[in-house]
Each structure stands twice: as C-alpha cells, then as structure tokens.
C-alpha cells in the first residue's frame, strides 16, 4: 500500500453530535442485555466501548445508532444543538460492522453509488476516491461477493468513515485485517475524525481504540 491512502481536499471541521440517554435498557426476550444506561456521549467525543464478545457492545451501538429501540428509557439525538428526529437519525449516522452485510451481488462501482445515494460522502469525496482510498481501484466491475474478508472489511471501513456524518460508530474495526490493514485504517480514521462524534465498541484491543480519549465499561450497565 502507498504512504497515503487519501486524496488532497478541502478539511472541514463539521460539529458532533451529542447522544443522551437516559435509564436506557434493552431485553430481546427474557434476556436482559443492558439496563440502566444513564450517559451522555459529548458532541466531538471519542469513546471506547468496551467488553468481551457477547457483553452487549454491538447492541448498544445499534441503539445509539437508531437502528434498534430501547425497551425502555430514551434517547436523544442532538446535532448543532437541535435535537434530531428518531427517524431522521439514520441521515446523521455511518457505522461499520461485522454483522451488517454488503451488495455482494453488486459491483464495487455500484456498491460505492448505491452507497452515496442514501448517504453522501465528505466533502471532496469522488466515487473514485473511495474505490481508491481502499486500495480497491482495480476491482470496480468485480462483484463483491469474490471479495476477500480483508477486502470487504476495508469496503466497510471505507464506506462509513468517509460518509458524511457527526457521529461515526465503529464495531471492532481491526476485523479481518492484517498488520497493514490496520495501519492503512489507522491513517484513515485519523484523517477523517475533525470534530465528528466517535463511538468504538471493542474487546480492549489498542490498534481498535487508538484514537478514543475515553471509555466506558458495557459491564457496568448488566
């Protein structure tokens, strides 16, 4: 990989969203994975989430997220220092995660349109520079599913941190990538952060959570 994955732009400092949530719980079933919540993620925050694998960690950040409803208690959304439809959220939001899935049956070039229809990217951002930033600029007409896991963990990462949002949710970000993988992601948070919201769930592994200036422990809240 080259020196710098990312194209010369124009840097904006875009504010962050805060995220309050109060006596927040979530339970599938009978079984209770958090409850209790009380926290307020600060606009321009960096912080780690952090538990073993099973703790809650990716649940809570769907909830932040918007994408899953508490089973009790609120959340709020604030950007710019106006509070945030529930269902406009998603707008306002990019995540990367093992478990959401890609258009496998398309092609990298479409996936990255697809992808910037729903949600435009950084100012400065082409189609073409994403494909690029990834070191995936060969592959455009391929289809995804012929991608590697590292490939498509880089297609993840990619897409949400160069996404244009204030509140960037990344859920064990170093998954399925090597040691050059993960200095490639290194770089490309640090270049992509400003003043956005970051939130970082993680089983306490530093090459995850370099970039946080705080942490929250998912057990305290069981």
Known sequence: MRDSAMPDRDVRQPAGMQITLVQVAKQFSREKVFFGVDHVFEAGSRTAILGPNGSGKSTLLQVV??????????????????????????RHVSIAAPYLGLYEDLSLGQVIATHARFKPFRQGISLDDVARTAYLEPHLEKPVLNFSSGMKQ?????????SDTPLLLLDEPATNLDAEGIAWFRELLLQNLDGRTLLVA??????????CTASVEIGKWK
């Open 202 to 211: 993680s089983n306490r592994q530093a090459e995850e959570t370099f970039a």
């Open 154 to 162: 880089r297609l993840k990462l990619v897409l949400a941190i160069l």
């Open 65 to 90: 997220a918007g994408a899953l409803i508490p089973t009790k208690g609120t959340i709020e959304h604030t950007f710019s220092g106006k509070p945030i439809d529930q269902e406009e959220v998603y």
